[in-house]
């Protein structure tokens, strides 16, 4: 590998205009592809095959009226509640927005509200009907029986009287006709008023059911109105979002505020913010420092820049194929900058040490394409690899971002190792300032200066925190994984759940909808369940409408379960909604526990009322995909982990280094983990971090962070490892390696680090707020990694075992093939071709 990347470079720096316009085609290409075909991104988290979608399909095939998707807009009048002016103005743009192609319907707060208040009146008032009728029937029945009474005596009397029977017939046939008459109005009198007291019954349960639900809070002050619209929320354009938020405001004419909930407010049709810039100009500032010069500082950028275009370009391009998330781009967009920079710097700092020493420029950039650019290839392998392997889990949503990220990697790596060899055939010196290159050239001039350099070296290495690290390894040792252990308590107390409004920043739109609404009607209204029952078939009318009541108060008797109503049925009863308001917020411990409970009562409802009942709606389907990816958390860390120690042991040719690595990684993660539980889950620091409303913690954010995290601790690792293990090819003691590789690489490595920990924590305070504590969870992870695990841990321990750290056993040495990622087959600098050294002995 190092061999052809050797002649990569070479090949790079003579034909740098071939390479730069093969780059900027594919640029132009990507470019114009994306602008033409890209697609609408959503944040749909939906899982083929769980019950919340299979149900979601069966509503929309059988109530296509209930399976759109809706979002709430909740009005806030001043002191002394809705003048008329403001129940008017809030009426008027309800109306407006039934206007738009994308609105179904909307509820009125008001009008529902006043249904609701006056059910009980009128339940009254119909119960005193009823009373007045019964008693008006009692008394026609009382009437009826003495008329009965007097037919029988006179009956009596005529037959005593020895009347024939034409005679009895003709003088009681016509009183016999009127009590005839009189007993069918009875019947149809106590029909009617049984029908009545049915719809009473009904309307009583009604009321029962919906009396915990309010629109018009009791204040007065606070009310709030449902949009329904024709598609599911994930499916809004931009422009539709815009259009509803528009028409709400207007009511501010009136003196009322209108505050539109996330799902309407929620805008991912932009990937950068003023935060991720900041983020870019702190990695160009680093740059700057550790180069010296804005044009070898502006390097790492361009090609950053360059492969985050192709790449992210390239998944935008893809986007009209496949339903993509916003994380998608933006994790790809992370990824790209953050290992775009890195990797190109990697390359640059190389070929700028080895031209200080005074290698020719062409051969210094060909070698540090064949040394730096094969630790490049490696590293973003082991990236590659962890986030390729997002597909195992079988979650689309997952699988489309893993490969967006994977792939704009993949293009990192490759612009690394063809367009950074170019420009810097392109600048030349220019890439070393000019008293740099004044005090390299004296010294170079000075006789014997190359040993004199080594010894140097090999002195300097003592010193520093890599000397201070070798000088106490046990304590250092201790010290990291005392720190990382501590950092990682709080993560045995992680729980997963998509976030909801209150998880937006406190400024936000959709923060203020989401605190008024809790406050003003409970958090459960923020994240209602839908609940569809499948009845039996050829239900009349009255028995459906039973039915549903049944059902509801079924649903009504499970723990935190505020109300439970039925919303909708089907034109054949077949199909029935109901809609469950829980005592806590979607993303709440108590919300997923009634969720499971509700599930928990499918086989008695069936049992009892041959009902199928199923849960689906944004409230379930988020439970479900915490779960599933909960479950798919040990086989995706398995594969992973797997996968990257048979890449590290063909790398190092060593057992210790990639078990080392790993377990570095596994301490490093946990910690990661920890901080996000005591930052987004348990509100530390949350005036800092802008967490307003501490909770649950993204639920996909593990198995990304995983993934990224493993990719990038490996990085480092190879970056650190690579350098001891060139230095003990080339002779050193196993000990001394240590000092010295470290030493070589500790400078480029804080750079990269600092960079990539500068760009991810730019994303903290991201518009999109699912990237946020991700941001939060890679920057604190990259870096405990890179200066607790890589620069403390690994020298601490790979100094203590010394010649152990590269033991291997000699049948395995035979059969692993030779990657030589240090280069050892590149030597004798300045030579116009790479000659072949002698393979290092493996160590036994």
């Known amino acids: 590998m190092a061999l052809f990347l050797y002649r990569l470079g070479k090949f790079s720096y003579r034909r740098r205009w071939l390479v730069i316009a093969l780059w900027l085609a594919a640029l132009v290409a990507v470019g114009g592809s994306a602008a033409a075909f890209h697609g609408t991104l959503s944040n749909n988290f939906q899982i083929p095959g769980t019950e919340t979608q299979r149900i979601a399909d069966k509503l929309k095939e059988d109530l296509p009226s209930a399976s759109g998707g809706s979002a709430t807009i909740v009005f806030e009048a001043p002191e002394g509640g809705f003048t008329d002016e403001g129940r008017a103005a809030v009426t008027g743009v309800l109306q407006k927005l039934e206007t738009l192609p994308d609105v179904r319907g909307t509820v009125d707060p008001f009008a529902t509200q006043a249904q609701v208040d006056q059910a009980g009146q009128a339940i009254s008032d119909g119960e005193q009907q009823l009373a007045a009728g019964q008693a008006q029937l009692d008394a026609s029945r009382a009437t009826l029986e003495a008329g009965k009474a007097q037919l029988a005596a006179a009956e009596q009397q005529l037959a005593a009287a020895g ?37 009473l019954e009904l309307g009583k349960r009604q009321a029962e059911a919906s009396s915990a639900i309010r629109f018009v809070s009791g ?95 390239t998944t935008f391009a893809l986007s009209g194929l496949f339903d993509m998330s916003s994380i998608s781009p933006m ?120 040993a004199a350099d080594e010894a140097a070296d090999r002195e300097r290495s003592t010193h520093g925190w890599g000397g201070m690290v070798t000088r106490h390894p046990v304590l250092a040792l201790l010290a990291g994984v005392l720190l990382l252990g501590t950092l990682a308590l709080p993560a045995a107390q992680l729980q997963l759940a998509l976030p909801d409004g209150g998880s937006e920043p406190l400024e936000s739109e959709a923060y203020q909808a989401y605190d008024l609404t809790a406050r003003s009607f409970g958090e459960g209204v923020t994240g209602p369940i839908v609940a569809v029952g499948e009845f039996p078939a050829n239900l009349d009318e009255a028995r459906a409408q039973a039915l549903q009541y049944d059902v509801a108060d079924k649903l009504r008797e499970v723990e935190n379960v505020v109300a439970a109503v039925p919303v909708a049925l089907s034109e054949d009863r077949r199909t029935a909604v109901f809609q469950v308001i829980p005592e806590e917020g979607p993303a709440s411990a108590s919300t997923v526990k009634v969720v499971s409970e509700l599930r928990g009562l499918n086989d008695e409802i069936q049992a009892e009322y041959d009902v199928a009942m199923g849960l689906t709606g944004q409230t379930a389907g988020n439970i479900d995909v915490s779960t599933k990816l909960g479950e798919a958390l040990p086989p995706y860390l398995a594969i992973v982990v797997g996968l990257s120690l048979i890449l590290l042991l063909l790398v190092f040719r060593s057992i210790v280094v990639p078990l080392l690595a790993t377990g570095g990684f596994l301490l490093s993660l946990a910690a990661a983990f920890g901080a996000v539980v005591a930052v987004y889950q348990w509100g530390w620091l949350g005036s800092v971090f802008d967490v307003a409303n501490p909770g649950a913690v993204l639920s996909f954010l593990p198995i990304i962070l995983i993934g990224v995290l493993f990719g990038l601790a490996m990085d480092y690792q190879v970056f650190i490892a690579s350098g001891m293990r060139e230095a003990y090819m080339h002779g050193s003691s196993a000990k001394e390696a240590v000092r010295v590789g470290f030493r070589h690489a500790a400078a480029v490595v804080t750079a990269a680090a600092i960079i990539m920990v500068s760009v991810f924590a730019g994303f903290i305070f991201s518009h999109l707020t699912m990237v946020r504590p991700l941001g939060f969870a890679m920057a604190f992870g990259v870096l405990l990694d890179a200066f607790v695990v890589r620069m403390t841990i690994v020298p601490a321990v790979m100094y203590l075992l010394g010649e152990k750290s590269w033991w291997l056993p000699r049948w395995l040495d035979r059969i692993l093939p030779d990657v030589d990622v240090e280069g050892a087959k590149l030597v004798k600098p300045g030579s116009g071709h790479p000659k072949h050294a002698k393979a290092a002995e493996p160590v036994h």
């Open 163 to 199: 009347a024939p029977a034409a005679l009895v017939e003709a003088q009681l046939g016509q009183q016999k006709a009127e009590l005839a008459a009189g007993e069918a109005r009875l019947q149809a009198g106590q029909q009617e008023l049984d029908a009545n007291k049915a719809k």
């Open 331 to 450: 994790l790809a967009l992370m990824l790209g900058l953050a290992v775009g920079i890195d990797y190109s710097l990697f390359i640059v700092n190389r070929h700028r040490t080895q031209l200080l020493a005074g290698m020719d420029p062409e051969e210094s950039v060909a070698r540090a394409t064949g040394t730096s650019g094969n630790a490049v290839v490696f590293a973003g392998l082991t990236v590659i690899i962890a986030l390729a392997a997002l597909v195992v889990p079988g979650l689309p949503f997952l699988t489309v971002m893993g490969l967006a990220a994977a792939g704009t990697v993949a293009v990192a790596v490759l612009v690394a190792i063809t367009l950074t060899p170019a420009m810097l055939s392109l600048i030349g010196r220019r890439i070393i300032s000019r008293r740099a290159w004044a005090q390299a050239e004296a010294h170079n001039a000075e006789p014997g200066h190359e």
């Open 219 to 313: 204040d007065g002050r606070a009310a709030v109105a449902q949009v329904q619209f024709n598609t599911s929320i994930n499916g809004l354009s931009p422009e539709t979002r815009q259009q509803v938020q528009d028409i709400a405001h207007e009511t501010s004419s009136a003196g009322v505020t209108a505050l539109a909930s996330k799902e309407i407010t929620e805008d991912i049709s932009e990937l950068f913010g003023a935060a991720e810039i900041i983020g870019i100009a702190v990695a160009a500032l680093v740059l700057i420092i550790m180069l010296g010069t804005l044009v070898a500082a502006g390097l790492p950028l361009l090609m950053a820049v360059v492969g985050v275009g192709v790449g992210v370009g």
